[in-house]
């Protein structure tokens, strides 16, 4: 891993791809730090040119960690990154039969928020965190983690790590929504398929299911306030993780 900036990589077949620590030196933290580049990335699933796989293959990935439902990864599984380990960590998304026959934006936009506040309330969700962040924190980096859009299950993983490294919450919230201007050519085209197959009134039906909101992420923040009391507690007694682990993973993520 290296603390040297480099430029922003930026894959013309997965466009949702980026450095967790941000642009530049990496996003300040309240300690006076910066979060470290090059150590963890997250992107959108990894459905790759050949050009792109040997762009992350440069960047010396090591694993994979893939949290795609099993056929999500059946239908379309990565495409290799030369020298990296691949790993299925499954975190459930939005479920297909809570999206089927939506008919209108209300009712999408509190399936969101029911799929953010899943991820701290399933115990399932719960352990593939806990493996995620563990294995980010005791093997060799750099990692990559992503989901299918890389917005919602990779946003809540890529907001976990910016709290471990002490990030201010207004810069985790402004990277969580760079989601809806880095991705914006991949869900135009989701929109269009929705358009082609359910009718052109359901894209606006369907729109607050391809993009990331405040609202999404802090229903994610009241259900760990309320079961937990902070994220710190959410990662010791909901995440299971002890103070060794904790501590290795910050001292990964901070220079």
């Known amino acids: 891993m290296s603390d040297t900036p480099a430029e922003l990589l930026r894959l013309t077949s997965a466009d949702n791809f980026r450095d967790v620590a941000g642009p530049g030196a990496g996003y300040p933290t309240r300690a006076g730090g910066h979060v470290r580049r090059g150590v963890f990335y997250r992107s959108n699933e990894l459905q790759l040119t050949h050009e792109d ?67 701290v309330r399933s115990a399932e969700a719960r352990a593939s965190y806990a493996t995620l962040l563990t294995d980010l924190a005791t093997e060799e ?32 919230l402004a990277d969580y929504l760079l989601t809806n201007e880095v991705s914006s050519a991949t869900r135009e ?21 391809m993009v990331v909101e405040p609202g999404y992420l802090q229903a994610a923040y009241d259900a760990v306030a309320a079961d937990y009391g902070s994220i710190a507690g959410y990662l010791r007694d909901g995440l299971g993780l002890d103070r060794t682990v904790l501590a290795e993973l910050r001292t990964r993520l901070v220079g």
Do not use: N, Q
Not at 57 to 82: F, K, M, N, Q, Y
Not at 92 to 111: C, F, K, N, Q
Not at 197 to 205: C, I, N
């Open 189 to 209: 085209k989701y929109l269009a398929l929705v358009g082609e197959h359910l009718g052109r009134e359901k894209v606006a039906v369907y729109e607050p299911t």
């Open 53 to 119: 796989a040997i762009s992350l293959a440069g960047l010396g990935i090591r694993v994979v960690h893939d949290l795609r439902s099993t056929p999500e990864v059946e239908t379309h599984p990565d495409v290799e990154v030369p020298g990296a380990t691949w790993r299925h960590v499954e975190v459930s998304g939005i479920p297909t039969a809570m999206v089927d026959g939506l008919h209108d934006t209300a009712a999408a936009e509190r399936v969101m928020r029911e799929v953010y506040v899943a991820f």
């Open 141 to 172: 980096p750099p990692h990559l983690f992503h989901c299918t859009a890389g917005k919602d299950r990779t946003g809540w993983a890529a907001v976990l790590r910016l709290e471990v490294a002490g990030v201010d919450r207004d810069t985790i």
